[in-house]
């Protein structure tokens, strides 16, 4: 089996590479009854800090989303959350161990709060174990995990977009583009740098 590991390795890794902002795993968790009723959401964060996002707090929560692939079988998904408070486990005993629970899992930017996320993938609980503080899961869902994120990279000089495309919005006469800012043939040469789809304020590092 092949495992694919989604959340503090990648992160920083895309993180090191993309911009000085982080971009952060969260967990939005649907506690739900054996009888499929909702009780309340929990927020989660994996970061050392809890995080306000879209006008809820993520409380900082460490976990880990592992993908394992195996020829010829569905994908399976596991979360193993450090469940340090109980917070989870108390749920889980009060509300047919968990089974069922609705759990969304985001990759969103600190850029920018009131950016979408950048990935939201949501599956349902399937199995769960309880070790002392550690809890695991399961999870059982259409699977599209092996997805790069961010959707597009965050780069300082450069521009994602197809020229022309309906995010490039230029429609005049020039017939190329060297998807740059100030380039010499670049958006402002264009007067097209209002859809620059680069971000100049990321700060150069050496």
Not at 114 to 130: G, I, Q
Not at 163 to 173: H, N, P, R
Not at 176 to 202: K, R
Request: with cysteine; charged share 20%.
């Amino acid at each position: 089996m092949e495992n694919n590991h989604l959340s503090v390795a990648t992160v920083e890794e895309k993180n090191r590479i993309d911009s000085e902002f982080p971009f952060l795993v969260c967990l939005e968790i649907d506690v739900k009854t054996s009888l499929g009723v909702f009780v309340e959401t929990l927020y989660l964060v994996n970061n050392p800090e809890d995080f306000d996002y879209d006008g809820n707090t993520y409380v900082a929560f460490p976990f880990e989303i592992e993908l394992g692939t195996e020829a010829g079988q569905e994908p399976n998904v596991t979360v193993t959350i450090q469940d340090i408070s109980g917070a989870v486990k108390q749920r889980m005993n009060e509300y047919g161990g968990g089974v069922g629970f609705e759990v969304r899992v985001m990759v969103v930017s600190t850029a920018d709060s009131s950016l979408p996320p950048e990935m939201v993938e949501t599956f349902s609980v399937r199995d769960t174990s309880v070790n002392d503080f550690v809890v695991k899961w399961t999870l059982s869902s259409e699977l599209h995990l092996l997805l790069n994120f961010p959707r597009r990279r965050q780069l300082r000089d450069r521009c994602p977009w197809a020229y022309k495309s309906v995010e490039c919005g230029y429609a005049g006469a020039m017939s190329s583009c060297d998807f740059t800012l100030q380039g010499p043939n670049g958006c402002g040469v264009h007067e097209n740098a209002l859809n620059f789809g680069g971000f100049p304020s990321i700060n150069n590092l050496s």
